[in-house]
């Protein structure tokens, strides 16, 4: 437990969710059905073609690198669906046999940071060794900078990336122009972080395809007058 100055706990544990593997396709079709993704998945489909064509060399006895690049930055503005999509993410590199556990671990600053100095490194090694064999999805990935105590974990956190190359994968979202100039100020960040998916804005018809989903969920039906003023406000 890691409490402030007045006693009050501040820690924020990771979330562990352990998946019921699936088959790709019917992982594809979950993201396909999803609104205003389809820059998005058209970013997924590429990667997971250079995947499949380095599995594929493999199989033919063709020189391939020893694990292929799985970490990955999502990038775009609040609530386009980037946590939902590291979590299929996480899932279509389970289906290809990608990872050794079918574990996603969401993390947060206060997942890895602690209050003192010293405290930072062995709390993120933790959360790390929950994500073994698997994903840890970080989100607002830029708070880990900024401050010692931040420093101390991404340091940590870069470390367990190296040693830990073959059983982890991370996976960064936040929003672009805080991710650019975090990554962009750490080398280290930069090679091992490659792939950036990018979410563009939802335009005004996905949006409202968004929220008369939600409707149809509570059985509700809009009139021709409300989806006008629906429109309107978005």
């Known amino acids: 437990m890691q409490r402030d100055a007045n006693g009050v706990d501040r820690s924020q544990p990771a979330k562990a969710l352990v998946f019921v593997p699936r088959a790709m396709d019917e992982i594809l079709a979950e993201l396909a059905v999803l609104p205003g993704l389809g820059a998005v998945r058209a970013q997924i489909d590429?990667?997971?073609?250079?995947?499949?064509?380095?599995?594929?060399?493999?199989?033919?006895?063709?020189?391939?690198?020893?694990r292929p690049m799985l970490?990955?930055?999502?990038?775009?503005?609040?609530?386009?669906?980037?946590?939902?999509?590291?979590?299929?993410?996480?899932?279509?590199?389970?289906?290809m046999g990608l990872l050794k556990k079918p574990v996603f671990v969401e993390a947060g600053r206060d997942s890895l940071v602690a209050l003192y100095t010293g405290q930072s490194a062995p709390r993120t090694a933790d959360t790390v060794a929950r994500a073994q064999g698997g994903v840890l999805f970080l989100d607002e990935a830029y708070s880990?900078?900024?401050?010692?105590?931040?420093?101390e974990s991404l340091a940590e956190l870069m470390r367990q990336m190296e040693n830990q190359r073959d059983d982890l994968v991370v996976i960064f979202a936040g929003y672009p122009a805080e991710m650019e100039a975090f990554i962009g100020a750490n080398p280290g960040l930069r090679s091992r972080f490659p792939k950036t998916i990018s979410f563009p804005d939802y335009s005004t018809p996905e949006l409202a395809s968004i929220f008369e989903g939600l409707c149809r969920k509570q059985r509700y039906q809009l009139t021709p007058a409300a989806e006008k003023r629906l429109n309107e406000i978005i």
Do not use: C, I, S
């Open 71 to 95: 970490h990955a930055a999502l990038v775009g503005p609040p609530g386009t669906g980037k946590t939902m999509v590291a979590r299929l993410l996480a899932e279509l590199y389970a289906a």
């Open 144 to 151: 880990l900078a900024g401050d010692t105590f931040a420093e």
């Open 46 to 66: 590429a990667l997971l073609a250079r995947l499949q064509v380095q599995e594929a060399r493999r199989r033919a006895g063709l020189p391939v690198a020893d």
